[in-house]
């Protein structure tokens, strides 16, 4: 079964951390570009973060650079992001997303920032 099962949200205070993960199943993991993904709400979903199949090139939005890290072991069909010095504007479901489908979405996982 193809699938992307997201985890690692929940609640963090401004200045805070956490580190998503989304498990990738049913494709070769390592052939194919991930992306993060969130949706505030009353919003559009919006990119975060994206890798290249190797790890090797990265982008992010410009409103997470120098605090979002994206990552991804293939041997563990594991994507990361790695999310520092958190605001409240971070609140969001946060997804993953892989170039092998562009209808393939997990549940996604709430990350909600606040004091």
């Known amino acids: 079964q193809v699938q992307l099962v997201e985890s690692g949200g929940g609640a963090a205070q401004p200045g805070g951390s956490l580190t998503l993960s989304c498990a990738a199943s049913g494709f070769t993991f390592r052939e194919y570009a991930m992306a993060w993904f969130r949706q505030a709400p009353g919003q559009e979903r919006g990119l975060v973060a994206t890798?290249?199949?190797?790890?090797?090139?990265?982008y992010y939005t410009e409103s997470v650079k120098g605090r979002f890290t994206v990552s991804r072991d293939n041997d563990k069909n594991t994507l990361f992001l790695e999310m520092n010095n958190l605001r409240p504007e971070d609140t969001a479901v946060y997804y993953c997303?892989?170039?092998?489908?562009?209808?393939?979405w997990g549940r996604g996982t709430q990350v909600t920032v606040s004091s």
């Open positions: 997303k892989s170039s092998y489908s562009n209808d393939l």
């Open positions: 890798i290249n199949a190797r790890g090797s090139v990265k």
